[in-house]
């Protein structure tokens, strides 16, 4: 009579399929996203002051970061909306298809590319290459998170439960980042102060208003 099984001779139960490659998708995004937010504080380096130096000398110190503060908290929103963007596309899936992976990878690579750019511009803050370099950067992004959100809004992807106005918030909210970061390389191209285009890009929730108040005319 053979004896009791043994329970580390038993074979392991492994989650497949669909939905366990669309949980995957979904984490290693999330955490893509985690590591380019985080490396933006980098660029944030302690200034580097003599023993001895006064308060004046510190402030001063401190005051010729901004342009690196400014750029980290710009960039640090941009991705965290990228991210909850991308939070909300896939809150409405359901399955899994072969048209997420690549159109997923290409995103990630202009988030994980962000911090870099985002160096770039807070060293020349007020450079008209470096700007509309970055915007240029943040509207690639913007049409590739629009491809992003369409593939996961849409069959055979999408839930069927989910309702047509969110799908269709999702997807204005897309294309008005993408008109804000296309405001901004204009402004940066033409304004005598390129860093204009940062400020300009405040455009983003007023293009969310504009084009809410044209879907609610149509």
Not at 150 to 170: H, K, Q, Y
Request: glycine letters at 6%; proline letters at 7%; one cysteine or more.
């Amino acid at each position: 009579m053979s004896g009791p099984a043994n329970y580390n001779d038993q074979p392991m139960a492994t989650r497949h399929g669909p939905e366990h490659t669309l949980e995957r998708l979904i984490f290693f995004s999330d955490a893509v996203f985690a590591i380019a937010i985080t490396l933006l504080v980098i660029e944030l380096h302690v200034p580097e002051l003599e023993p001895g130096a006064s308060n004046v000398d510190f402030i001063n110190a401190l005051l010729r970061l901004t342009p690196n503060f400014i750029g980290f908290v710009v960039s640090f929103y941009v991705i965290g909306a990228f991210w909850a963007g991308h939070h909300r596309a896939f809150a409405c899936a359901a399955h899994y298809s072969d048209k997420l992976l690549p159109a997923n990878i290409n995103l990630l690579l202009t988030i994980a590319a962000m911090p870099f750019f985002t160096a770039f511009l807070s060293n020349y803050s007020n450079q008209r290459v470096p700007v509309v370099l970055y915007c240029c950067w943040l509207l690639l992004t913007a049409l590739l998170n629009i491809r992003m959100g369409r593939l996961a809004t849409s069959p055979p992807v999408v839930d069927p439960t989910v309702p047509v106005a969110t799908i269709a918030m999702i997807r204005r909210r897309g294309i008005a980042t993408a008109l804000g970061a296309a405001t901004a390389i204009i402004v940066g191209l033409f304004s005598p102060w390129p860093i204009l285009a940062q400020v300009s890009l405040i455009a983003i929730p007023l293009w969310r208003v504009m084009l809410g108040w044209l879907a609610r005319r149509r």
